[in-house]
């Protein structure tokens, strides 16, 4: 079993920054697709953004596609998700993921991860 633990998350102020990092002790981390995902009260979780093995693919959803970047360190099996113009509709529990296996349509979905972090609170005030 894979074990991802997030931190980074915190309280803010609307317009702050904050960096979320998830680490991993597994051996294997750099042959994991890795995504983001948040999920607030009473709501689905929400896909946020995935990045390739070897960092040359990510993708956004477009609610924070100029305000939130994807990059991972595969030395230090780390991912992140650094969060700039954060907004209170940001708050939520934030979740890392990893995909263990090729997909084809793509990695936006929570089924297409194998393994997940336990989740860091995020919440933004106005």
């Known amino acids: 079993q894979v074990q991802l633990v997030e931190s980074g998350g915190g309280s803010v102020q609307a317009g702050g920054s904050l960096r979320l990092s998830c680490a991993t002790s597994?051996?294997?981390?750099?042959?994991?697709?890795m995504g983001w995902f948040r999920q607030a009260p009473g709501k689905e979780r929400e896909f946020l953004a995935h990045?390739?093995?070897?960092?040359?693919?990510?993708s956004y959803v477009d609610s924070v596609k100029d305000r939130f970047t994807i990059s991972r360190d595969n030395a230090a099996n780390t991912v992140y998700l650094q969060m700039n113009s954060l907004k209170p509709e940001d708050t939520a529990v934030y979740y890392c993921?990893?995909?263990?296996?090729?997909?084809?349509?793509?990695?936006?979905?929570?089924?297409?991860?194998?393994?997940w972090g336990q989740g860091t609170q995020v919440t933004v005030s106005s």
């Open positions: 990045i390739s093995q070897s960092s040359t693919v990510t």
């Open positions: 993921a990893a995909s263990a296996r090729y997909r084809d349509t793509g990695y936006s979905r929570p089924n297409d991860y194998d393994f």
């Open positions: 597994e051996r294997t981390f750099s042959s994991f697709t």
